[in-house]
């Protein structure tokens, strides 16, 4: 039953944490402009590391509410290889599969619920270079992600907040990094299909023109 649980409970976790993060782009946005700074080029850095800062110290509580819940494959992955945690090889059987439809879930969700006039802001990685070298950059940023994490959270400051703070800026130094190669993802329950392409510096896609296509 602990296995069923921590499955449910990461399957709800993840569907939350795929809603919210497809957002950090719109609030980037939203923030930078209500502040007036668009011609400054760290403006958008500083909020979106501020804002993943955050969701993580945020998440981090959500995640020790719902029994250890966690969105991240990779992470349930890489602690069980560490030897840290509860997980066995059964229970990861388990929670892989609800974290991939917990994401599928959240992604259909935000999809719904986002005003038209913002969906060209929403879009998970997009492969734009071919595909060895898309999967060779996605290989490095995950491995170099995945060994961040576990050192911020098994040798790192023990306070919360910096820690979140570590992670945020970890996270944003490698998405830019591997950010004309595949977007990136770093998190398998977090990869969503995508054919969107660029118009005008704007994502548009099929279903959801952006207003330089209309």
């Not at 059964?90 to 609800?98: E, T």
């Not at 595909?131 to 940023?141: I, M, N, S």
């Not at 591997?178 to 398998?188: E, I, K, L, R, V």
Request: proline share 4%; with cysteine; hydrophobic share 50%.
């Amino acid at each position: 039953m602990g296995a069923v649980k921590a499955a449910i409970g990461d399957a709800v976790f993840t569907f939350m944490s795929v809603f919210v993060s497809s957002m950090f782009g719109l609030f980037t946005n939203l923030i930078v402009t209500a502040l007036g700074l668009q011609t400054l080029v760290w403006a958008p850095v500083l909020a979106n590391t501020s804002l993943i800062f955050t969701f993580v110290f945020l998440f981090n509580f959500l995640g020790e509410f719902l029994g250890g819940a966690t969105f991240n494959p990779t992470g349930t992955a890489s602690f069980y290889a560490a030897g840290v945690g509860g997980d066995s090889l059964f229970s990861m059987a388990l929670r892989f599969p609800a974290q991939a439809a917990g994401s599928v879930g959240g992604a259909l969700a935000i999809l719904e619920v986002m005003p038209v006039q913002y969906k060209h802001m929403l879009g998970g990685p997009t492969l734009q270079v071919d595909l060895q070298t898309g999967g060779l950059a996605e290989g490095v940023l995950t491995f170099l992600m995945t060994f961040a994490v576990l050192v911020i959270i098994l040798k790192g400051p023990r306070s919360s907040l910096v820690q979140a703070w570590f992670l945020a800026t970890v996270t944003v130094t490698l998405v830019s990094a591997g950010s004309t190669y595949t977007g990136p993802s770093m998190n398998p329950a977090f990869l969503l299909i995508s054919d969107r392409k660029y118009c005008g510096g704007m994502r548009c896609d099929s279903r959801w023109r952006c207003s330089e296509c209309q």
